[in-house]
């Protein structure tokens, strides 16, 4: 069938021998026009020594799609002249011969169709075909020099010159110049990534031009998220040590990275979090009754009680469930960012974590993937100092994490991050650019944990009082807004007062009603997790039925739901 489409299509071009207008139509059908962009030479041997030579390249960009546009490199010697060489993505069937080579790199804009009637398979298999055979068929009606010339003349071939004489570098790998001296990169003869900032620690704007001119209200919400999550914070770890949640983990110090950043994003874009940005869902309006639910697991839970404190999530909100191993979220935040790049959801996934999980592996599998797919992504490392009781003088070597950035290929900004303003812009104008772009984004805050790692923590095993304190009070994130607050007359001392009393009221009622609400029934442990329960887990939960049912007395099944 390939093969008759492919020959009859070729009929209609055959009265002229130039490709012209004739000619050129099947390389539009295959998306040439419009769609070519340079591709570093490298194919075929490299050149004889004092030789010129050209590389023609063609490189099309394939669409997003997976098995709908299929890229066909077909590499043709033009010294030889003599056979093409198919070169499918991952597997080189023939090397060409050395000199110059021309790179066809091909897509079928009916792939969606084809795929929409037979399945993505098939598809593989029948564009393969269909291009292999137009291409063939048309370097049997038109001499290579006619196809070279009206490639260029049609903008979808580009010429790259290099010559043995030049001595340049042409590995496909790096971009860099060759030298004659030994000599490594040394870490501490490179400057730092300079951290940006929009206040002073006294709250006033530094350069004007880069004041985000807010207005009030929006500056308000900033500053009562901030406290709210301060005063919730507050109270569930006293919780904790009264025994009457299991766990706990606080965001002291670390306000103005959530708001700054969740207020910078659009509504609808999806947010994966580590366990500390209790904030971002603050801003964006979860209630107060479904976070203490979550910390005490009622039935008001979300999750149903099946996540241990602090690891919340909502659909609605777009927050994904956090989720406890460090650094998982982030190469599944870029499967994510993959996924509404594709679908052109005009939405950007934004991936929390701190500079420990910086040192996984998964993060370095996120950042790779991130940059080779072209994810719009934002990666938010929160860089506070310390993960759990380790500094990051025993973390690192290099320059924080923004420096790594670059190494990827990943565009990077280093923060103050109790600089709500900097927060607010950076992430902002790296939302617009991830969206625009499709590329990923790396913002480094700086800012310190001024609580314990946890409830399960005693952080003067490893910090001095004094460096607590010094951070409390001398750069906090609330305290900085507060005076920008006051410097421009939108905030007094009395109504600082009365919003506190306000907040602790608001968080005090939410918590008396959690505290009030049965957990949820035990036996929906085994719901929710495959659409259809099978056998073998229903079996777990008859089982677990038939055993409260005779040991019910043992356990304290008055405070669950029946």
Not at 151 to 156: L, T
Not at 357 to 374: I, P, V, Y
Not at 500 to 515: C, G, I, P, Y
Request: aromatic share 10%; proline share 6%; net charge neutral.
């Amino acid at each position: 069938m390939a093969m008759a489409v492919a020959f009859a299509v070729a009929r209609v071009w055959r009265p002229s021998r130039g490709l012209g207008r004739t000619g050129l139509p099947l390389l539009r059908l295959l998306g040439a026009r419009g769609l070519a962009r340079s591709v570093s030479s490298g194919y075929g041997a490299p050149p004889r020594p004092g030789s010129r030579d050209s590389t023609l390249l063609v490189a099309l960009q394939p669409l997003e799609a997976d098995s709908r546009a299929l890229t066909l490199g077909f590499v043709l010697s033009l010294a030889t002249l003599s056979s093409w060489a198919l070169l499918a993505p991952g597997l080189l069937s023939q090397s060409p011969s050395d000199g110059v080579s021309l790179h066809l790199s091909l897509e079928c804009p009916l792939g969606p169709v084809f795929e929409h009637i037979i399945g993505p398979t098939p598809v593989v298999n029948l564009l393969y075909a269909l291009c292999e055979v137009l291409l063939v068929t048309l370097r049997s009606l038109f001499t290579d020099e006619e196809i070279q010339r009206h490639c260029f003349a049609e903008g979808c071939a580009q010429q790259q010159h290099f010559s043995s004489l030049d001595d340049k570098p042409q590995f496909p790998g790096a971009s860099a110049e060759f030298i004659d001296k030994l000599e490594f990169i040394q870490p501490n003869v490179i400057s730092g990534i300079p951290i940006y900032r929009v206040m002073d620690r006294q709250g006033q704007i530094i350069n004007p031009s880069e004041d985000p001119h807010l207005p009030q209200e929006k500056v308000l919400k900033f500053y009562k998220s901030m406290t709210l999550l301060n005063t919730m914070d507050r109270i569930l770890y006293e919780s904790q040590r009264q025994g009457r949640i299991s766990f706990y983990m606080t965001n002291y110090g670390e306000e103005g990275t959530h708001v700054g950043s969740a207020a910078a994003l659009d509504d609808t874009d999806l947010v994966f979090g580590q366990y500390r940005e209790a904030g971002v869902l603050m801003y964006r309006d979860y209630p107060l009754e479904l976070f203490m639910a979550q910390c005490y697991s009622n039935v008001s839970d979300l999750g149903k009680g099946r996540q241990m404190p602090v690891h919340y999530g909502c659909r609605e909100r777009h927050f994904v469930t956090i989720s406890s191993p460090l650094a998982t979220q982030i190469p599944q935040a870029v499967g994510a960012a993959y996924a509404a790049k594709r679908a052109n959801a005009n939405r950007v996934v934004i991936c929390y974590f701190g500079e420990g999980a910086a040192s996984e592996g998964d993060a370095h599998a996120g950042f790779n993937f991130a940059a080779t797919l072209e994810c719009p992504i934002i990666f938010f490392c929160r860089n506070n100092g310390y993960a759990i009781s380790t500094p990051t003088s025993e973390q690192y070597r290099g320059d924080g994490i923004a420096a790594r950035g670059p190494g990827y290929g990943i565009l990077s900004i280093r923060v103050d991050g109790n600089d709500v303003f900097a927060v607010y812009n950076a992430t902002k104008e790296a939302r617009r650019r991830a969206v625009a772009e499709n590329q990923p984004f790396l913002i480094e805050a700086m800012t310190y944990r001024i609580g314990h790692h946890s409830t399960s923590d005693d952080s003067s095993a490893y910090r001095s009082v004094d460096e607590v304190n010094y951070w409390d009070k001398q750069d906090h994130p609330i305290s900085r807004l507060r005076h920008h607050l006051q410097s421009r007359g939108w905030w007094d001392d009395e109504q600082e007062k009365a919003w506190r009393k306000q907040s602790r009221k608001k968080v005090m009622e939410a918590f008396e009603q959690a505290e009030r609400k049965l957990k949820p029934n035990p036996t929906l442990i085994f719901s929710d997790v495959y659409q259809e329960m099978p056998a073998q887990l229903r079996k777990q939960q008859e089982s677990l039925a038939r055993h409260l049912q005779t040991y019910g007395e043992h356990y304290p099944l008055d405070h669950f739901e029946k």
